[in-house]
């Protein structure tokens, strides 16, 4: 009598059976307020892109006033955010006038910013040579750069326009890093005339008919 072969079981197996990995549990599905969320988020990096950032700040702070519980979002949007500070935030108008390049080169003398402030300087003396304020400016921001022949001769120059630069020059602190040189104190003590001098400039000779 022939043997009956086993028929194939029916049950389906279970998921603790082995070899099936256990897939784990699904993801929550997002809420309606997650999608509402990024499509504010997407509207301000539109803006952003169109370079609006005043547009672009308003609707990325919206997400964070109005989404607080999305705080998947809220990391970039602190990002784009900031960008856009950057950007809005105004910036110092660069001077462009004499007496302003004197307030800026000021500025940054008071500031340690020697080098911004020769900057400004060397406009005003293209601008205007004979503006000993800006030569004797000149002069302290070379000395605190330790330029002392730069400083002395721009010294030299705004006390020969303007000799009260030399009493000025006797008593003022910045110019203490070239107090000790000769030539420091050859120009304090040098009788200056070239203002006079230009004064005393003669006119020039008409020629007589023949």
């Known amino acids: 009598m022939a043997k009956q072969r086993p028929r194939p079981s029916s049950k389906v197996p279970s998921s603790n059976s082995a070899g099936h990995a256990n897939d784990g549990p699904a993801h929550p599905e997002r809420s309606t307020a997650y999608f509402e969320a990024v499509a504010l988020y997407e509207q301000g990096l539109e803006a952003l892109q169109r370079h609006d950032y005043d547009r672009a700040a308003s609707v990325l702070q919206s997400v964070l006033r109005q989404y607080p519980e999305e705080k998947e979002l809220h990391e970039r949007v602190r990002l784009y955010l900031s960008i856009c500070a950057r950007q ?8 462009h006038t004499v007496d302003e390049r004197l307030y800026a080169a ?4 008071n500031g340690g910013k020697y080098d ?8 005003v003396r293209d601008e205007d ?9 000149l002069a302290v921001a070379h000395a605190q750069r330790g330029e002392h022949a730069e400083a002395i001769a721009h010294l030299e120059r705004a006390i020969a326009l303007n000799p009260e630069n030399r009493a000025m020059a006797r008593r003022d602190p910045d110019l203490e890093p070239v107090r000790d040189n ?4 050859s120009a304090l003590d040098a009788a200056t005339g070239l203002r006079a001098s230009l004064g005393r400039r003669r006119p020039p000779k008409l020629r007589t008919p023949h």
């Not at 809005?88 to 001077?95: D, H, K, L, S, Y």
């Not at 911004?116 to 406009?123: C, D, G, P, T």
């Not at 040579?129 to 400016?137: I, K, R, S, T, V």
């Open 182 to 185: 000769e030539a420091f104190r």
């Open 88 to 95: 809005i935030a105004p910036r110092e108008a660069a001077p």
């Open 116 to 123: 911004e402030a020769i900057s400004h300087l060397r406009l």
């Open 106 to 109: 000021t500025l940054a003398i």
């Open 129 to 137: 040579p004979d503006n000993d304020h800006a030569l004797y400016m």
